[in-house]
C-alpha cells in the first residue's frame, strides 16, 4: 500500500469531491480533513502548554490564573492562528471541505476533552514549593488525546519511536511510518492511508522539536533533564514523533 505526503491537500480534496460517483473518495475526504483537524487542534493544545510553562511551573507562586477557561481561550487562539477556522464560530458556520460535517461534530468534542484535563490538573497546577510539575506538552497531549479517544469512535494518539510513557508506544503501523518520516527533510505534510481493506482511515501528522524542547530532549546526551530521564540528544528541527489518528470509514 502506498504512502503519500499530502501537502496540497484542499487541492487534492477538491478534485476528489468533483466526482460525486467516487463516493468513498468523498468519504475519504472529509475523514480526513477532520483527522487533519484533530490533529491541528491537539497539536494546538500542546502549544499553550508549552507557552505557559514558566508559569506551570513556578514554584514561587500557588494560584496561577491557568484555568480551564484561560487555557480553552488560548487553544482557540491558536488553532485560529493555525488554521483560520475560529471555534466559537464552529456551530453557525456552514458545511463546507473545510469543515466538514464530521469536524463540527468532534473538534468540540476534543475541546471539552481538552478542558478537562487542565481542570483535572489544576491542585498540581497551583502547588506551591515544588517547581517541576509533570504537566509539560507531551502530559497533556496523551491525557486528553485519551479522554477524546475513550468518548469518540475516532482514536487520537501522540507517539514516537521511543517514548518515554508507555502508552506513547507506536504500533506496527505508526512505526514504520515514523521510520519513513525519519529519514526524510521536515516538511509542513502529513502521511494518509487506507488500511484494513479500505475500512479504515490512518493518518499521521509529524511533529518536530522546538528549541524549547532540547531542555529536556537535547544534548549532552546521556545527562539527566529536570524529570530524571537521560536526554536523547535530539536538535531542533529532529523529528520528535506524530499525531495520529485512526478513523473508521462509513462509521458515523
Same mark, same amino acid.
Given at each position: ?14 478534485? #476528489? ?28 493544545? !500542546?502549544?499553550? =502548554?508549552?507557552?505557559?510553562? &514558566?508559569? =506551570? ?19 482557540? !487562539? ?9 471555534? +466559537? ?7 463546507? #471541505? ?27 497546577? +497551583?502547588?506551591?514549593? =515544588?517547581?517541576?510539575?509533570?504537566? =509539560? ?11 477524546? &479517544? ?13 517514548? !518515554?510513557?508507555?502508552? +506513547? ?25 487506507? $488500511?484494513?481493506? /479500505?475500512? $479504515?482511515?490512518?493518518?499521521? #501528522? ?15 546526551? /546521556?545527562?539527566?533533564?529536570? &524529570? ?12 520528535? /514523533? ?7 470509514? /462509513? +462509521?458515523?
Amino acid at each position: 500500500m502506498r504512502r503519500r505526503a499530502w501537502i496540497a491537500l484542499a487541492a487534492v480534496m477538491l478534485l #476528489m469531491c468533483l466526482h460525486p460517483s467516487m463516493s468513498v473518495a468523498v468519504e475519504r475526504a472529509e475523514a480526513e480533513e477532520t483527522a487533519r483537524l484533530l490533529a491541528k487542534l491537539l497539536e494546538s493544545g !500542546r502549544a499553550v =502548554i508549552e507557552r505557559n510553562q &514558566s508559569l =506551570i511551573d513556578d514554584p514561587h507562586k500557588g494560584e496561577k490564573g491557568f484555568t480551564p477557561e484561560l487555557f480553552e481561550q488560548q487553544l482557540i !487562539r491558536e488553532f485560529h492562528a493555525k488554521t483560520g477556522i475560529d471555534l +466559537n464560530a464552529l456551530p453557525a458556520a456552514p458545511v463546507s #471541505m473545510l469543515i466538514p460535517p464530521l469536524a463540527k461534530e468532534l473538534l468540540p468534542a476534543l475541546v471539552q476533552a481538552s478542558r478537562e484535563v487542565v481542570r483535572d490538573a489544576q491542585v498540581v497546577i +497551583n502547588q506551591r514549593g =515544588i517547581g517541576y510539575k509533570n504537566f =509539560i506538552p507531551a502530559t497533556y497531549g496523551s491525557q486528553a488525546s485519551a479522554r477524546f &479517544s475513550k468518548a469518540a469512535h475516532v482514536r487520537l494518539k501522540q507517539t514516537t519511536i521511543q517514548p !518515554r510513557n508507555p502508552k +506513547n508506544e507506536p504500533d506496527e503501523y505508526e512505526a514504520s511510518v515514523l521510520k519513513w518520516l525519519s529519514a526524510r527533510p521536515r516538511a509542513e505534510a502529513y502521511v494518509s492511508e487506507l $488500511t484494513d481493506g /479500505g475500512r $479504515t482511515l490512518r493518518v499521521v #501528522m509529524p511533529i518536530y522539536y522546538a528549541k524549547d524542547c532540547l531542555a529536556c530532549h537535547g544534548e549532552p546526551k /546521556g545527562d539527566l533533564d529536570i &524529570s530524571g530521564y537521560p536526554k536523547e540528544g535530539h536538535h531542533e528541527g529532529d523529528l520528535a /514523533g506524530a499525531i495520529t489518528v485512526t478513523a473508521p470509514l /462509513g +462509521n458515523r
